[in-house]
């Protein structure tokens, strides 16, 4: 952490205040049973994990998470919400301690694996001295555009971003193939709204259609 | 619906959701600068349309921005996407070379800069229109949001 010395007990504070959020709405999730509530809280989550990334310098990732989880995720799980019932049903006897266990066993083992990680922000570490340094190096004189993410994003990888266009077009049409376009109801709906405004506007008139 | 109590709300959202849809554009254009770029911006140009059905009723925006058209949107990101790599096939280059699609002067990067624009107006085109049809396939099965559902 060269550089960052006489801060580093703030972004410690800091990043035991956020992570200490996070882990109280993770309970909160887990113990509720009201699903729009779990779905606010978990918009409250997304917002809070990105203010975390901010904090760790990971600008771009903070900025997607914060459009993408906080975003369009609740959207869709309000929407999805209306489809099914308002609360969850409570867990009992066996299922209730399985996943813990399974949460804590792998808990635990992500914990003793970041044992091995290299600190943060550390110069040495794998991340900063291969390909990265590559990336800012070459940037400037081969796509003369500011921004080394977006270099990389669209230009050095742009087939891995045309392969997750072509996922998130994927999801797109797998869920339209199972839930239907969403206007066979609605449209119904909507023509017939549209055909009793046409009645109301020339009343005794023929019908157009 | 009963308009009275969500007066509030539906002013509040009146001002706010063109100021979403600007900055998601805003995003897009200043990727190149800035964090952010198509897929950000994509989401959030969705975001800006769902909100408005969130708030107005599905009915509403199916009308101003159709289903169809959503899908369309998406497949054409999609489309676009790859046609700049056919494109640059075809001008002699790799297969999203961006420096075959604009030939300039050795050290300019006109082609890179065009290309990065382009494929992410695909990005956000393919982004925006498939979150959209996502949203409009789950919401557009119920007729209409009543106050008691949430």
């Known amino acids: 952490m060269s550089g960052y010395e006489g801060s580093d007990l703030f972004i410690a504070l800091l990043n035991i205040t956020l992570l200490s959020i996070l882990f109280v709405i993770a309970i909160a999730i887990a113990r509720l049973r009201s699903l729009f509530a779990i779905v606010m809280l978990s918009g409250i989550y997304s917002l809070v994990s990105a203010t975390w990334f901010v904090a760790l310098d990971a600008v771009d990732v903070a900025f997607t998470e914060a459009s993408v989880g906080a975003g369009i995720s609740t959207a869709l799980f309000l929407g999805a919400m209306l489809l099914t019932s308002r609360t969850a049903k409570a867990e009992e006897g066996i299922t209730k301690i399985v996943p813990l266990l399974v949460v804590i066993a792998t808990g635990a083992m992500l914990v003793y694996a970041s044992i091995d990680l290299p600190a943060f922000g550390d110069p040495n570490s794998p991340a900063n001295t291969h390909v990265g340094v590559e990336y800012l190096e070459r940037t400037k004189p081969e796509i003369a555009i500011p921004n080394v993410v977006t270099a990389v994003l669209a230009s050095y990888r742009g087939f891995d971003t045309l392969g997750e266009v072509g996922v998130v077009f994927a999801a797109g049409l797998a869920v339209v193939l199972l839930l239907g376009f969403g206007e066979r109801s609605l449209g119904a709906t909507v023509r017939q709204k549209d055909r009793e405004i046409d009645t109301n506007a020339n009343p005794g008139g023929e019908d157009e259609r | ?150």
């Open chain 2, 1 to 150: 619906m009963n308009g009275d109590h969500h007066v509030i709300l539906r002013v509040v959202a009146k001002a706010l959701i063109p100021i979403i849809a600007l900055f998601g554009f805003y995003v897009h254009f200043h990727g190149e600068y800035s964090p952010g770029g198509g897929f950000q911006a994509g989401v959030i140009l969705a975001v800006s349309i769902i909100l408005y059905s969130l708030i107005f009723g599905i009915a509403p925006t199916m009308r101003a921005v159709t289903p169809g058209f959503a899908r369309a949107v998406a497949a054409f990101g999609f489309l676009l996407y790859t046609g700049v790599g056919v494109v640059a096939l075809i001008r002699g280059g790799n297969f999203l070379d961006y420096d075959a699609l604009i030939r300039d002067e050795p050290g300019g990067h006109l082609g890179q800069h065009v290309g990065i624009i382009v494929i992410e107006l695909g990005v956000l085109f393919a982004v925006a229109g498939s979150m959209v049809t996502i949203f409009y396939a789950f919401a557009g099965r119920v007729s209409e949001i009543r106050d008691e559902d949430w």
